[in-house]
């Protein structure tokens, strides 16, 4: 991976491609213990009948879980292919971009964001979050979960068996809950030691109740 300078709008096309062309093999995986548990721990948080919205839903396995779990879930995601598989299972779904999150404001209590806030260039995070910000209520949770924690770097990585390669930013602790904690208040943060040198960013974040930015 090297560093460069690149906007969110320039990755959308390829991050597109790249998730479209392997939907259907992503349907096919089996969700890693430690991701069940942090999704569990963030169940855990939220109230009964709470309406959530998954970002970066892929094929929507995880809206699926909370939608059984008897919360109000709505499913985005960049990729046509990822949110007919979405469809399928039940789960309204819809093909949004981060920067184009088209519901009202305050609309959902949680907003879930597992492994996809990683391909956001760090000029672009700041609009991002405050875009998610603003559909969520007052009060209302934020799960973000990326991976980082040792070094600061943007690009594609090595290796990657998606085709055409994807983009991603890696962020340093303090670089992530600095970008966080200028929007959000922060619940909690932890590190998840996943194996195979990845190295996992748990972040539980709130919109104030009290919003003076509006």
Known sequence: MTDMTIRYAEVLRPLREAYD?????????????????ERQAFRDRLAAGARLLEIGAGTGQDSAWFQREGFGVVAA?????MVEHCRAKGIEAHVMDFLRLDFPTDSFDAVFAMNCLLHVPNQDLPAVLAA??????????????????T????????????????FFSFRTDEQLLGFAAASFDV????????????????????????????
């Open 187 to 214: 619940v909690d943060f932890h590190p998840v030691d996943v194996g195979r040198g990845h190295r996992f960013q748990s972040l539980t974040l709130r919109r104030p109740e009290r919003d003076e930015r509006r």
């Open 77 to 81: 995601d960049l990729s046509p292919a």
């Open 21 to 37: 062309s392997r939907a259907a093999w992503r349907e096919g995986l089996t969700k890693e213990p430690w991701k069940v548990a």
């Open 132 to 149: 998610i910000r603003a559909i969520l209520r007052p009060g209302g949770l934020f799960f973000v979960g990326v991976y980082g924690g």
């Open 151 to 166: 070094e600061s770097a943007e690009g594609p990585i090595s290796g990657d068996e998606h085709e055409p390669p994807r």
